[in-house]
């Protein structure tokens, strides 16, 4: 079992829209994938029209009674466990856990899943906190999205530096280039200057109507059945993060 | 804090069928007043489904199909496990799937065994999903039409409803399944039952062939009785795997045909002096023949199915001489088979085949003339009994230093014993005879690696000296020869040396008493 969080302590990257899709690319090429939704907005389990069970919340997670809140989607290998209103204090919780161990807390809770999935996919909250903290530790790999401008890039380096902290490895990283307009001259121009660095992989995704609509549509792209270019992108970059999560 | 022990549910799928005053068709017409039900999918096509001779995709609870273009293994639950494009055949092996997980999957269940084909199955599915109100699929219907062909004709199957859960929304699907128990759809719980039904156009019922020998033998039973029916069971086995061999299906067939006649062997000579001497000795002499004219063949088998295990052993620079020694044997293995076709269909081959029978069931025949009124339990007793005493009282005195003839001797006293306890099981507990036998595997299975080690290295060591040493080829071969018979030698000092523990673990007290409890008449019926 891999874990992967999608992670930029920035918001509105495309962190979502990166981790919806590229769960429901993983779980198409027939790996069994659960998707986990972090965020207390719960985007991710809207686009899959999931909505939490009544019983669950924030102590059913900590405690690790959360297996029956997992739920299936429309798509067959892909599960998803949905967020809940009480994860926005998340972190709070987290740190209130025994205190030396709660940077490994979400390791801990996701490691009895090994034997039921072959990814499972994190989509994080934008933040910095002992829940960042907790998903950089717990991921094989943190995919991070970064929209060719210069503010995008200081998240980039922000999560550089916890990484470092925390005694990690910079390898685990895994950037590309998100949301990207290519009439633009600056995302050109930011592309040109740091896309050749190793963090960078070589796959983005465009920005595009089909992406954006996705809220209204609440599916992952290319599963309507039509010729989506929006969904062989994140195809392209599932396969790239594979490649890369070998090579290590 | 690390979390153990919790387990997730798996989504179920459970099967209704049609009965006469309830069609599945129109009760998921009435479904759609309380549920919102889209079709999402419809398929026909023709599948063709496979299993080994001894069904073991079936006891794994598998199912290898191949359809159009492909191949695919699922699980009895429904569950796909792997699938991939695959050209039709009338046969596979394991090699014959290309490289992949799936390859591998079914390599761990069906080993050297052939997968044939078994049945037709052609089906129209359709599947609907059910949503709720944000138009998520909460559950999965389908919708089954089928017709099974076989040799023995056609079959159009009950019309089937499968309900699949959709993980984290078991309501919705507890109240579908209880709407279709309310209609009178009944619900079949496993693949069992459906497969049963699809195979009743085929020769074949699943199951119908297995290694576990059982005979049913009433208590009263007499030597004479005992030995027609253990004999006449052990015939039918030989004749079962006749075509199989015949037609080189796979080396199993020649197996199990060769440990039937073994088995005959055995129990031939280990109640001799209960049976008719004059017609013992000839039928003896007779299985004696099928046993040597047999052997060749398996022999070449034995390497042939260790190619693998044999050049993982070896490092790549003498692979290439032992792939020249298989080749050599691959070709040596045609011409044997030939030489045991013609006997196998030879006028003396059938001649034992019905002088046996009719030995065996005639009414007349010396078997039931001689020593008429002895019950055939005492005699099994006092056998099993005796020789279990000489297995131990051999196995005791055997240490590390023991000469390797030892070994070899006590293992044949072994599987005297072993025989002697299936042949005879009905006369026992059951559960305490599978018992003891799992026990005992262990010893054999030690015994029995100890003595195919040295089997291999000798005949192995044999052909080195026969190699004529000038040519290159026979460099080759004699390189990799030499290389294989130390890492035998290797692996036969770890065998003899895991064999003490292992007979201390049979030997145990506890096993001794449980032989005798279990062969001792007056105790019998204790717990
Ligand atoms: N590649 C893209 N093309 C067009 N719109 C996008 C793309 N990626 C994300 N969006 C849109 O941008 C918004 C923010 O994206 P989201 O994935 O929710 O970001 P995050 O999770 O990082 O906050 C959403 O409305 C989403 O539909
Ligand atoms: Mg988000």
Redesign the interface.
């Known amino acids: 079992m891999k874990i992967i969080a999608v992670y930029s302590s920035k918001g509105g990257v495309g962190k979502t829209a990166s981790a919806v899709n590229l769960a429901y690319t993983a779980a198409r090429t027939?790996k069994q994938v659960l998707l986990c939704d972090m965020d207390s907005q719960g985007a991710a389990s809207f686009y899959?029209?999931?909505?939490p069970?009544k019983k669950f919340n924030r102590s059913c997670l900590l405690s690790?009674?959360f297996?029956?809140?997992?739920?299936?989607t429309?798509y067959d290998g892909l599960?998803l466990l949905p967020a809940h209103f009480s994860f926005r204090n998340l972190d709070i919780a987290l740190k209130e856990a025994?205190k030396e161990?709660s940077r490994k807390?979400l390791a801990?809770?996701l490691?009895?899943?090994k034997s039921?999935y072959d990814f499972i996919v994190l989509d994080c909250p934008p933040n910095l906190t002992v829940l960042s903290e907790n998903i950089i530790l717990a991921a094989d790999s943190i995919v991070t999205p970064v929209v060719p401008t210069t503010l995008s890039l200081l998240a980039l380096e922000q999560l550089l530096k916890l990484l470092k902290k925390l005694d990690c490895r910079k390898e685990k990283i895994l950037a590309f280039f998100s949301m990207v307009e290519r009439r633009k001259a600056l995302h050109l121009a930011v592309m040109e200057k740091y896309g050749k660095y190793r963090i960078f992989m070589k796959s983005s995704i465009p920005y595009t109507a089909e992406i954006e609509k996705m809220g209204l549509h609440?599916r992952p792209v290319g599963s309507g059945g039509n010729q989506s270019p929006a969904a062989h992108a994140y195809d392209l970059l599932w396969q790239e993060i594979g490649q890369r999560m070998s090579e290590k | 804090?690390?979390?153990?022990g919790?387990e997730?549910?798996r989504?179920q799928e459970i099967h209704f069928l049609s009965d006469e005053t309830m069609q599945t068709g129109e009760f998921l017409a009435s479904l759609a007043s309380s549920f919102v039900i889209e079709e999402t999918d419809r398929r026909t096509g023709r599948k063709r489904y496979y299993d080994t001779f001894d069904w073991r995709l079936f006891r794994a609870e598998c199912l290898f199909t191949f359809e159009e273009q492909g191949v695919e293994l699922s699980r009895f639950n429904g569950l796909p496990v792997?699938a991939i494009p695959a050209g039709r055949r009338e046969q596979y092996f394991w090699w014959d799937i290309r490289e992949s997980e799936l390859r591998e999957k079914i390599k761990a269940i069906i080993e050297m065994r052939a997968m044939l084909p078994l049945l037709w199955l052609d089906y129209d599915r359709k599947t609907f999903?059910v949503l709720n109100k944000?138009?998520?699929?909460v559950a999965r219907i389908v919708l089954c039409n089928e017709q099974t062909s076989a040799e023995g004709g056609q079959l159009v199957l009950p019309e089937r409803l499968s309900l699949r859960e959709?993980?984290?929304?078991g309501t919705v699907f507890a109240k579908l399944c209880k709407s279709c128990r309310s209609a009178g759809l009944r619900p079949v719980d496993t693949m069992h039952e459906l497969l049963a039904q699809a195979f009743s156009v085929s020769t074949r019922k699943p199951l119908d062939y297995g290694a576990k020998f059982r005979v049913e033998l009433p208590d009263s039973s007499t030597v004479g009785e005992a030995v027609a029916k253990i004999c006449l069971a052990l015939a039918e086995t030989m004749a079962i795997n006749h075509a199989g061999v015949c037609q080189d299906i796979d080396s199993e067939f020649l197996h199990d045909f060769r440990i039937a006649v073994r088995r005959t062997r055995s129990l031939l000579s280990l109640l001799k002096k209960e049976l008719p001497p004059e017609q013992s000795a000839f039928f003896q002499a007779e299985f004696k023949w099928l046993g040597g004219v047999t052997g060749p063949v398996r022999d070449i088998d034995v390497y042939l199915l260790k190619r693998e295990e044999y050049l993982a052993m070896l490092p790549a620079a003498l692979h290439s001489g032992l792939n020249l020694f298989f080749d050599e044997l691959d070709r040596r293995r045609k011409s044997e088979v030939k030489r045991l076709r013609r006997c196998l269909l030879s006028q003396r081959y059938q001649n034992l085949v019905d002088d046996w029978r009719h030995y065996l069931s005639a009414p007349d025949s010396a078997l039931f003339a001689f020593r008429r009124k002895k019950r055939c339990r005492a005699v099994a007793d006092k056998q099993i009994k005796k020789r279990f005493a000489s297995f131990v009282r051999d196995g005791d005195t055997i240490t590390g230093t023991s000469p390797d003839r030892e070994m070899h001797k006590l293992r044949i006293k072994g599987k005297k014993l072993r025989y002697l306890l299936e042949f005879f099981r009905a006369f026992y507990d059951e559960a305490e005879v599978e018992r003891f036998l799992k026990h005992m595997k262990k010893l054999q299975d030690n015994l029995g690696a100890f003595n195919d080690l040295s089997v291999q290295q000798q005949m192995l060591a044999a052909r080195l000296s026969q190699l004529d040493g000038r040519t290159k080829r026979s460099m080759q071969i004699g390189a990799s020869l030499g290389g294989l018979i130390s890492v035998l030698a290797g692996k036969k000092r770890r065998v003899r040396s895991a064999f003490q523990r292992s007979y201390a673990g049979f030997s145990k007290a506890s096993n001794r008493d449980l032989l005798i409890w279990l062969t001792a008449d007056s105790r019998r019926g204790m717990p």
């Open positions: 027939g899959y029209r999931i909505k069970k690790g009674d297996y029956q809140f997992i739920r299936g429309d599960d025994q161990k807390l801990d809770l490691l009895p899943l039921e609440r | 804090m690390p979390i153990t919790r997730m549910k989504p792997a999903r944000d138009r998520k699929t959709i993980r984290g929304y």
